[in-house]
C-alpha cells in the first residue's frame, strides 16, 4: 500500500527551529520528486519546498527561502523538512507529497495525513 | 507567480445534480499542467484529475476535467454525498500554485 506519514510537528516559539520527518512506503521512493505542501488553519494549500529524486536539486517560494531547508535519506525512505527561524505565520498543518510521475512537472498524487505546526510564545 | 481564481466560493447543490466548477490562471498554462484536488474536513488533498483532463487512478467517471491556457473546469456529472467538500485546482507549470478552493456544500 502507497503510503507517506508525516512526524515531527509540535508547539514552537518564534525563531526557534523544528524539523519535520516523512516516511514513504509501498513505492520505490528514490525515483521520484517529493513536495512539502502547508494549509494555515481555515486556509487554502501553499507549496513549500520540492526536493529532486536524488536531493541534488532543491526548491522553494519566497515566503520560506533561506529559512527551509529540505532533503532526504534514500537509505531509508525518508523526507525531511528543517524549519528554521520560525514566525507565527508558518503555523499550518505540513504535508508530505509525493509527484505523480517523478519529475517536476507533476501533480501530487499521494499526501499524508499531515503534521501541525503551531508557531506561538 | 500564476495565481489560479476559483469561481464560485460556495457552489449550493442537491445531490444528483451537476456541478461546474471554474478555475482561472492569471497567466496561460503551459502544457496543461492543472490538477484538480478534492479535500474533507481534517484529511489530506486528494488527487483527482491531473493534465487538466485525466483522471488519476480509482476517480470515478462522474469526475470529469477540461479547458486550456487560461480557462479550465471540473464536473461532477451527477453528485454522491461522498462528493461534497472543497476542491482545488493547481498548476505545476511555473512554480506550484493553487487556487482559493470552491466549496460545494449540500443544498
Known amino acids: 500500500q502507497v503510503q507517506l506519514m508525516e512526524s515531527g510537528g509540535g508547539v514552537v516559539q518564534p525563531g526557534r527551529s523544528l524539523r519535520l520527518s516523512c516516511t514513504a512506503s509501498?513505492?520505490?521512493?528514490?525515483?521520484?520528486?517529493m513536495h512539502w505542501v502547508r494549509q494555515a488553519p481555515g486556509k487554502g494549500l501553499e507549496w513549500v519546498a520540492l526536493i529532486s529524486y536524488d536531493g541534488i536539486n532543491k526548491y522553494f517560494p519566497d515566503s520560506v527561502k533561506g529559512r527551509f531547508t529540505i532533503s532526504r535519506d534514500n537509505s531509508k525512505n525518508t523526507l525531511f523538512l528543517q524549519m528554521n527561524s520560525l514566525r507565527v505565520e508558518d503555523t499550518a498543518v505540513y504535508y508530505c507529497a509525493k509527484s505523480a510521475k517523478g519529475s517536476y512537472r507533476d501533480a501530487f498524487d499521494i499526501w499524508g495525513p499531515g503534521t501541525v505546526v503551531t508557531v506561538s510564545s | 507567480e500564476i495565481v489560479l481564481t476559483q469561481s464560485p466560493g460556495t457552489l449550493s447543490l442537491s445531490p444528483g445534480e451537476r456541478a461546474t466548477l471554474s478555475c482561472r490562471p492569471s497567466?496561460?498554462?503551459?502544457?496543461?499542467?492543472l490538477a484538480w484536488y478534492q479535500q474533507k474536513p481534517g484529511q489530506a488533498p486528494r488527487l483527482l484529475i491531473y493534465g487538466a483532463s485525466s483522471r488519476a487512478t480509482g476517480i470515478p467517471d462522474r469526475f470529469s476535467g477540461s479547458g486550456s491556457g487560461t480557462d479550465f473546469t471540473l464536473t461532477i456529472s451527477r453528485l454522491e454525498p461522498e462528493d461534497f467538500a472543497v476542491y482545488y485546482c493547481q498548476q505545476y507549470g511555473s512554480s506550484y500554485t493553487f487556487g482559493q478552493g470552491t466549496k460545494l456544500e449540500i443544498k
Open positions: 509501498g513505492f520505490t521512493f528514490n525515483i521520484y520528486a
Open positions: 497567466q496561460t498554462v503551459s502544457s496543461n499542467y
